[in-house]
């Protein structure tokens, strides 16, 4: 057996959410080592948020738990994908989380299918590990 350098990885998420401390833990348990870095904390630019959305759709990249979509101050058939991009550098909140970056590889989303691929892992699925779920504790989705 030859052992390969491990890609970097790095897992942006939003601080205190349980969902994605559900998603950390997976990872860890499968011995993946990462860096977190806060999605809400880190200064996005258009071509780089671009980048964690090929080939997605507006609701693909959308975070369905943010706050402006429950009290209905958000409607995303008022966005092309572009001005969505846009309006997610501003307010981070409205992208879907986690974003992970494997190696040059980026990805929107918790994917385990196409995690287990790139690290070379086999993660199962949990029913809820992309689930914002109404008992978390996790305040500002």
Not at 29 to 47: A, M, N, Y
Not at 57 to 85: C, H, R, V, W
Not at 97 to 103: A, D, E, Y
Request: glycine share 4%; hydrophobic share 35%; net charge neutral.
């Amino acid at each position: 057996m030859f052992s390969t350098t491990p890609k970097q990885v790095i897992f942006y998420e939003k601080t205190g959410c349980s969902g994605n401390a559900r998603q950390k833990t997976l990872l860890n348990e499968h011995g993946i080592r990462f860096e977190v870095r806060s999605l809400l904390d880190t200064s996005w630019d258009t071509p780089t948020l671009e980048s964690f959305f090929q080939g997605l759709t507006p609701k693909e990249m959308l975070n369905p738990f943010a706050p402006q979509l429950k009290d209905g101050s958000f409607k995303l058939e008022d966005y092309t994908k572009e001005s969505l991009i846009e309006k997610m550098v501003s307010e981070p909140i409205l992208i879907r989380r986690p974003l992970v970056q494997i190696g040059d590889v980026k990805l929107c989303g918790f994917d385990i299918p196409r995690l287990n691929s790139l690290l070379h892992v086999t993660m199962p699925i949990p029913q809820n590990i992309n689930a914002c779920l109404s008992s978390d504790s996790c305040n500002n989705v």
